[in-house]
């Protein structure tokens, strides 16, 4: 739709809204300040330049959509393209295994900053904030499936000198793009069957973290964060790094927690646990993932259990707190497209929350008007929202709308089809 026609029925949906007592200007302000950090293994199936053995860790990737990113410069190309369609200024999140260095074979135990230069190049020509992951999977060291709480000392140095090196170039990145650089770790440490010892491997993982941790940096460089997991592929027996070791581990230890939508039971509500966690943490990572009956890692949408975060944090005051992050990998669509969709989703769940009428409702449920606050929400759901959104998008200079699509049409043509035939 051209831009006149847009303008005028935002005008229309606006006064809709302001009938409610909601502030449209207010909601589309607040969106405006939230980033979204888009997970760069998205555009290559987690497989990274270092030539190892690629994905595992029991993650899987399926699918074969031509164009996948083979190089740094396609990588930033495409997501350079995918940050064109997403209104607002967002961030990227690297692997440690997207490092670039000079000198083939070297080792994860010892990656540099400079491994990452044309990473930190290109953030700071796109204003770009950028965020770090250690990569402890789809490496010999990991083929027994234990890292940080290996029994080996060889292989558990080895790990703790990569997630050393991961803090170092996590702290270097933040201070050089003066912007906190959310430095991230998992790791896929479990049995695949019933264990005699559940003790064992989580004392040798604190010991581990203790060890990583003594070094300190400036909060305003680096902020550390801990990824616990209910189950994986290898797994489904005994996670050493579980939700409630990395929780534990978190308040005693001041650090961020990551909450993966994929890492817990498809019955549990990750929403309803910001407002319980934040009395006690400091910061919430968010890895924004959409399981299908198991951690499947599909692209992310609209739907009600990403709306119930974002409400979450709208209502709760906790954008400051919470920083959102995506991880799913999918190679059987488009994956420029999958950023696309899925960042789309994510800020569209927040201009949702953005539009509720927030005092009115707070009024009635103090009040014990239980009726009026049911009748009220689902009010909302059929309010205009979306064209609040193409008026954001407009403003922002942005496709609204599908018609972002064409330009990955055209992409698609120009560049990832061409890319499959070489
Ligand atoms: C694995 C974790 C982890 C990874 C990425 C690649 O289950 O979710 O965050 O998906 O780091
Ligand atoms: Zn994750």
């Known amino acids: 739709m051209k831009d006149k026609g847009v303008e005028k029925i935002y005008r229309l949906a606006r006064e809709q809204y302001a009938r409610l007592g909601v502030n449209t200007e207010q909601a589309i302000a607040g969106l405006r300040k939230i980033n979204i950090a888009l997970n760069c293994w998205q555009g ?3 497989t990274g330049f270092l030539n190892e053995t690629g994905i595992s860790g029991g993650l899987v990737c399926t699918g074969s959509y031509p164009g996948r990113a083979r190089s740094g410069e396609e990588l930033r190309a495409d997501l350079h393209k995918a940050l064109t369609l997403i209104p607002g200024r967002h961030r990227v999140s690297l692997h440690a295994i997207y490092a670039e260095p000079r000198r083939p074979g070297k080792q ?3 990656l540099e900053t400079r491994d990452f230069s044309a990473w930190i190049a290109w953030a700071q020509a796109n204003r770009l904030g950028l965020d770090f992951n250690g990569t402890f999977f789809g490496h010999p060291l990991a083929a027994s499936g234990f890292t940080l709480s290996a029994r080996n000392e060889n292989s558990r140095r080895f790990w ?5 090196a991961c803090r170092r170039i996590g702290a270097d990145i933040g201070r050089k793009l003066r912007s906190p650089c ?6 896929p440490d479990g049995f695949k069957d019933i264990p005699f010892d559940r003790k064992k491997p989580r004392e040798i993982l604190k010991k581990s973290l203790d060890e990583i941790f003594a070094r300190k940096f400036n909060p305003r460089h680096l902020v550390d964060s801990l990824e616990g997991k209910l189950f994986g592929i290898g797994s489904e027996a005994y996670v050493a790094g579980s939700y409630d070791f990395y ?10 927690l990551c909450l993966d939508m994929g890492h817990f039971h498809p019955t549990e509500s990750v929403a309803d646990k910001l407002s319980a966690l934040l009395l006690y943490l400091d910061g919430i990572l968010l890895h924004i993932s959409r399981g299908i009956r198991w951690d ?21 005051g906790f954008l400051g707190r919470v920083k959102i992050g995506l991880d799913f990998f999918d190679a059987s669509i488009n994956r420029v497209a999958a950023w696309v969709i899925a960042a789309r989703g994510v800020l569209k769940a927040f201009l949702t929350a953005m539009l509720e009428p927030a005092t009115n ?3 009635m449920e103090r009040r014990g008007n239980h009726t009026g606050r049911l009748a009220l929400l689902e009010e909302l759901k059929t309010m205009p929202a979306g064209i609040v959104w193409n008026e954001y998008c407009r403003r922002q200079g942005v496709p609204a709308g599908i018609e972002w699509l064409n330009e990955i049409k055209k992409y698609e043509r120009g560049v990832l089809t061409r890319r499959a035939k070489q």
């Open 108 to 110: 994860r135990n010892e």
């Open 44 to 46: 290559d199936d987690v």
């Open 182 to 187: 959310v430095t991230n770790i998992w790791i």
């Open 160 to 164: 703790i000198e990569h997630a050393a």
């Open 361 to 363: 409702l707070r009024q």
């Open 247 to 256: 929780l534990s581990y978190a308040v005693a230890n001041g650090k961020m």
């Open 296 to 316: 499947s890692d599909h692209a992310p949408i609209l739907s009600d259990e990403l709306r119930g975060l974002a409400e979450e944090i709208v209502r709760g």
